[in-house]
């Protein structure tokens, strides 16, 4: 971006962020989004080349963060696995650090994937994130049976439902706008709810 465009493109950034968390995607207007950053149509398609555009490019970065911590957590499990099959290290991280590192930072635009998206690539992010995660606990299970670890055998859409669940519950307090220290209350509760139930199933206690 030439330097004589940053400003006016933090204030369309702006603009467009309270656009789609105030009326959602599907209603968000490129004229009220001009309106707000005080700037005609025409200029905001200076910055970007439609709405669609302009949404991605307040996520994206934050899906990325996502994806990249979710590559770096199952790598270093599988690093943990080579070491010990302790229950410790197979729950050691969790996704509730995920929101603590990687989301809170950046709620604002959590809060536009999550309730904001419909009519986007990513409105099932949910749907797609638990997907990806059942894949690798899948094959995580496989990986510990061949380390000798006596975990036991989950079904898939079994799987499907309490992975969705949970990351429903972790990320519900975020929704909702809870203050900080709330979020860490509720997202305690929440390991403190789920990690027995995921030993238990996966027949580690």
Same mark, same amino acid.
Not at 13 to 41: D, H, P, Q, V, W
Not at 78 to 100: M, P, S, V
Not at 147 to 160: F, M, Q, S, T, Y
């Given at each position: 971006?030439? $330097?004589?465009?940053? !400003?006016?493109?933090?204030?369309?950034? @702006?603009?467009?962020?309270?656009?789609?968390?105030?009326? *959602? &995607? +599907?209603?968000?207007?490129?004229?009220?989004?001009?309106?707000?950053?005080?700037?005609?149509?025409?200029?905001?398609?200076?910055?970007?080349?439609?709405?669609?555009?302009?949404?991605?490019?307040?996520?994206?970065?934050?899906?990325?963060?996502?994806?990249?911590?979710?590559?770096?957590?199952?790598?270093?499990?599988?690093?943990?696995?080579?070491?010990?099959?302790?229950?410790?290290?197979?729950?050691?991280?969790?996704?509730?650090?995920?929101? $603590?590192?990687?989301? !809170?930072?950046?709620?604002?635009?959590? @809060?536009?994937?999550?309730?904001?998206?419909?009519?986007? *690539? &990513? +409105?099932?992010?949910?749907?797609?994130?638990?997907?990806?995660?059942?894949?690798?606990?899948?094959?995580?299970?496989?990986?510990?049976?061949?380390?000798?670890?006596?975990?036991?055998?989950?079904?898939?859409?079994?799987?499907?439902?309490?992975?969705?669940?949970?990351?429903?519950?972790?990320?519900?307090?975020?929704?909702?706008?809870?203050?900080?220290?709330?979020?860490?209350?509720?997202?305690?509760?929440?390991?403190?709810?789920?990690?027995?139930?995921?030993?238990?199933?996966?027949?580690?206690?």
């Amino acid at each position: 971006m030439p $330097r004589d465009k940053t !400003l006016s493109h933090i204030r369309v950034n @702006k603009a467009i962020k309270e656009e789609f968390l105030e009326k *959602g &995607y +599907e209603a968000a207007s490129i004229r009220s989004i001009g309106a707000r950053a005080g700037m005609t149509s025409a200029g905001l398609y200076r910055h970007y080349a439609d709405k669609e555009s302009m949404f991605n490019a307040l996520v994206e970065p934050l899906v990325e963060d996502i994806k990249k911590w979710t590559r770096r957590h199952t790598e270093r499990k599988y690093d943990l696995l080579d070491d010990t099959i302790e229950k410790d290290a197979i729950f050691g991280e969790t996704f509730i650090d995920l929101i $603590r590192e990687v989301i !809170l930072p950046k709620r604002d635009e959590f @809060k536009l994937l999550m309730t904001c998206s419909k009519g986007t *690539g &990513y +409105e099932n992010f949910v749907h797609d994130y638990a997907m990806v995660s059942q894949k690798e606990f899948l094959k995580a299970i496989k990986y510990m049976k061949k380390k000798g670890c006596p975990v036991a055998d989950i079904d898939e859409d079994e799987l499907h439902m309490l992975l969705s669940a949970y990351l429903t519950a972790c990320f519900e307090p975020i929704i909702h706008d809870c203050e900080e220290t709330k979020i860490e209350k509720y997202l305690i509760t929440v390991r403190d709810f789920f990690m027995p139930g995921w030993m238990r199933i996966m027949g580690l206690n």
